[in-house]
């Protein structure tokens, strides 16, 4: 079975404050011989495309072996007035090379944006952790895995260490636990320090 965990990018959504969001319009262009031709044009700050991973630098390529990988998922959805921490998580799931993804159901209070800026956070201490392990990418169904200004010093730490964050994942709740494989396949653009990705489930 495949399951889409992709958000969908809205038109006109704001994720961050200042953010340009998603704008989409027809315009004409011609071609070299003169002829009239119409087409879609669209622009988006790339932090603010829904679903993405934050590589933090615009010269990162994620090697091919990373987008196919097994995955585990941490249900931390009784978690929401405080961060989550290792004692809240059953460590010995937790292998080289997997995609952890932590599933907190923010996804439900997208159209809410008061709600959905204050969501649940991963502590530093699980951040360090899963680095230590080795892990692959880490995903999360809010605006990020750390809160205000956790939130770029834990996509900092994870860029410097070439484990990057994946963020506003959605439909975590149709997936397993684990005995599954996750297939991110980012957008393929240069200079970019965010990649839109699409990523899928099966299992």
């Known amino acids: 079975m495949l399951v889409d965990i992709t958000q969908t990018t809205q038109l006109g959504r704001v994720y961050r404050a200042g953010s340009k969001p998603l704008e989409i319009k ?3 262009r011609y071609s070299r011989s003169g002829s009239e031709y119409t087409t879609t044009c ?15 630098r615009t010269d990162v390529i994620i090697e091919n072996d990373r987008l196919i990988s097994e995955g585990v998922k941490f249900d ?3 978690i929401t007035d405080r961060a989550i921490e ?6 010995s799931r937790i292998k080289e090379g997997v ?6 159901n923010w996804d439900k209070y997208l159209d809410d944006d008061e709600k959905y800026s204050n969501h649940p956070e991963v502590s530093m201490e699980v951040i360090e952790y899963l680095v230590g392990k080795k ?4 995903g999360i169904d809010t605006l990020g895995l750390g809160l205000r200004r956790n939130h770029g010093t ?4 994870l860029a410097k260490n070439k484990i990057y964050g994946i963020e506003n994942l959605a439909n975590l709740n149709s997936i397993p636990e684990e005995n599954f494989k996750v297939y991110c396949l980012p957008i393929k653009i240069e200079g970019l320090d965010a990649l839109p990705a699409r990523l899928l489930v099966e299992f």
């Open 26 to 28: 027809s315009v004409k």
């Open 42 to 56: 669209f622009s988006c700050d790339v932090h603010n495309m829904g679903t993405h991973i934050d590589v933090m």
């Open 76 to 78: 931390v959805s009784n």
């Open 86 to 91: 290792l004692d809240d998580l059953e460590l």
């Open 99 to 104: 995609y952890v993804l932590f599933q907190t």
């Open 135 to 138: 892990v692959n990418m880490i």
């Open 154 to 157: 834990i996509d900092e730490y």
